[in-house]
């Protein structure tokens, strides 16, 4: 599940997301698209302004009532955010209100680049706060040119209190495809 997608082109059934069309496509069960991904604006910029800017209002009970809708029909239901932990998707609720409302375990991804350290940790400290558990975390390589990226690493893992469950390496064409077979299968790319 996508529940709000934002950069999406015009299809044979309405607007068409490219993470929307990977996940629909993992999934082992088909589910109806507007569970799938409640919320889909054609604009790639932030939820909130995408949606203001189609005079739609993203709410939590929407969002909500497609998660329990899928929930019904699979064992499990992967939610990926938009944006980050607290980017915002109206004026007065943003994505960890989402996280917090569906009480979502919640996988960090770090970007490796120069002030991840201080990202990295304020997400998780905001992810904690909120009473949520912090599952793990991902390092994402996607500066090749970044210095000290090991001690970067090695730093994140003293201080983050859930498990590096993968290392994503720098691609300047990935293959989602690759990607999620090697994760599959235990490995870190």
């Known amino acids: 599940m996508k529940p709000v997608a ?5 299809g044979a059934d309405g607007l068409v997301n490219d993470d929307v ?3 629909i496509a993992a999934s082992t069960i088909s589910v109806p698209r507007e569970h799938a991904n409640p919320y889909c604006f054609a604009p790639p910029i932030a939820p909130h302004i995408a949606a203001q800017q189609a005079g739609v209002t993203i709410t939590l009970d929407r969002i909500e009532r497609s998660f329990r809708a899928l929930a019904a029909l699979a064992e499990v239901v992967v939610v990926e955010g938009a944006g980050g932990f607290r980017v915002p998707l109206g004026a007065d609720t943003d994505s960890a209100h989402m996280a917090t409302r569906l009480a979502l375990p919640v996988v960090l991804v770090v970007g490796l680049r120069l002030g991840c350290l201080n990202h990295a940790l304020l997400t998780a400290e905001s992810i904690l706060a909120r009473g949520l558990r912090l599952a793990g975390w991902v390092a994402n390589h996607i500066d090749p040119a ?3 990226v090991e001690d970067n690493v090695r730093t994140l893992e003293a201080l983050i209190t859930a498990p590096l ?12 495809a690759a990607i999620a077979a090697a994760l599959g299968a235990g490995n870190s790319l």
């Open 146 to 148: 970044m210095a000290a």
């Open 6 to 10: 934002s950069g999406a082109v015009p």
């Open 165 to 176: 469950i993968a290392r994503i390496a720098h691609s300047s064409a990935p293959d989602p």
């Open 21 to 23: 069309e990977r996940l």
